[in-house]
Each structure stands twice: as structure tokens, then as C-alpha cells.
């Protein structure tokens, strides 16, 4: 059964990927979002929140080692202002300074390529995607449309 997962996971995975301009990920694919909660859960959950809170309630404020606590992933946070190719790129490398994070900055977002494969990546996306309102989510869409816009130019 998880073979079988695995293997349908991995086409959505590849028509994604091999497509970079369409990159999207679907929170409405209830088989993804299931397995996502549960890798999320595993690996997320204890810096994120379990309700994806953040990890503090401050946490646009500098901690005592002059970093970012990690962010909500819930519609309160900035998750959904970053398209789902940047979302993917983040969690995959972590935060890469001239890449998806400003020249010097640090973070404690590990990178996960070794931990998860890219499929399960975006499993733990669309589960978190999947927890945010209507409203959220087309805000969403309209970023990853302006990002596949400037990507065809």
C-alpha cells in the first residue's frame, strides 16, 4: 500500500517538477494531505506547532542568538505569501542566503533532501496548505501565478 502511494505520489511529483512554470501544489488531494499531516506531525510539528502556530507567539522577533523563531504555517503567518516552487525550495535546501533568503541571514530551517524524498515534501505542503481558508488559498494561487507569469518571461 505504501509502494503503491509512493508511486502515485511520484507522477503528481514529476508532471510538477518536469513543469517548473506550473509548479502547484494541490491541498485538495485528500491522499497527500493525509500523509503530509502525518509527516508533518513527525518532523515539523516541534518547531512549527502542532496547530501550525509557530513556535512562539513573537515570532517576527529575534531570538537570543539574533534569530527567527520558525514561523505559523497557518494563514496568520507568511507561509502562503511565498509560491509553492519557493515553499518546496525552502523545506528541500532550507534557507538558502541569495536564494530564498536575504545575503547573510541565518536560520535554523534545516534542509530536509536527506530526511525526506521530494514526493513526501510535497505531501507535508499541500497538508499545510490544505489547513488554510478560501480566502488564503486564492491569495495563494494568485502568487504562484504571478511567479509562473514572470517564469515565461
Known sequence: MVA????WIGKDVYHSVSQPRGFYIDPSDTHHVAYGRSLYVSYCAACHGSKLEGQTPNWRE???NGRLPAPPHDASGHTWHHPDSVLFDITRNGMVP???APEGYESDMPAYAS???DEEIITVLAYIKSTWPDD??????EVNRNEWSRAQH
Open 4 to 7: 503503491l502511494t509512493l508511486l
Open 62 to 64: 529575534r531570538g537570543a
Open 98 to 100: 541569495g536564494r530564498t
Open 115 to 117: 530526511i525526506l524524498s
Open 136 to 141: 488564503i488559498l486564492a491569495l495563494h494561487q
